[in-house]
């Protein structure tokens, strides 16, 4: 789902693995939220720490962060893409929480693109 949001963001953050690689490390069950607040701290986490080097979990090439480490405005890009990943879930457990759940998948599907189900 991550990576879905990468793709209908234009791609923040490059490698898209790089996300996966980031995943394995920031996310660790037992989960204590529910899946939107999996997310949401997901995005919160990733956007503190994307520039710290994340080396290829299989150990047979360089960092998969090199692309951005090499190149402060793209780093800076996928911080900032990041960053508004989380307010957006903010936005929309909000919404939720207000009551109006059609505003909240509305959002949703605005941060994953439309082929996030609204059902």
């Given amino acids: 789902m991550i990576k879905k949001w990468n793709d209908h963001n234009e791609s923040p953050v490059e490698p898209s693995f790089l996300l996966e690689v ?3 490390a920031l996310i ?3 989960w204590g939220g529910s899946y939107p607040y999996e997310l949401k701290q997901f995005f919160a986490s990733a956007a503190n720490r994307v520039d710290e080097g994340w080396p ?3 150990k047979v090439g360089p960092d998969v962060s090199d692309v951005l480490d090499s190149d402060s405005s793209k780093m ?3 911080r900032r893409a990041l960053r508004e990943a989380e307010a957006a879930c903010t936005e929309a457990l909000r919404l939720e929480h207000s ?3 059609g505003s909240a998948l509305d959002s949703w599907q605005n941060l ?3 082929t996030f189900a609204k059902s």
């Fill in 56 to 58: 290829d979990p299989a």
């Fill in 99 to 101: 009551g109006s759940t």
């Fill in 112 to 114: 994953f693109g439309p």
């Fill in 76 to 78: 800076e890009k996928a």
């Fill in 28 to 30: 660790h069950p037992p």
């Fill in 22 to 24: 980031m995943g394995l």
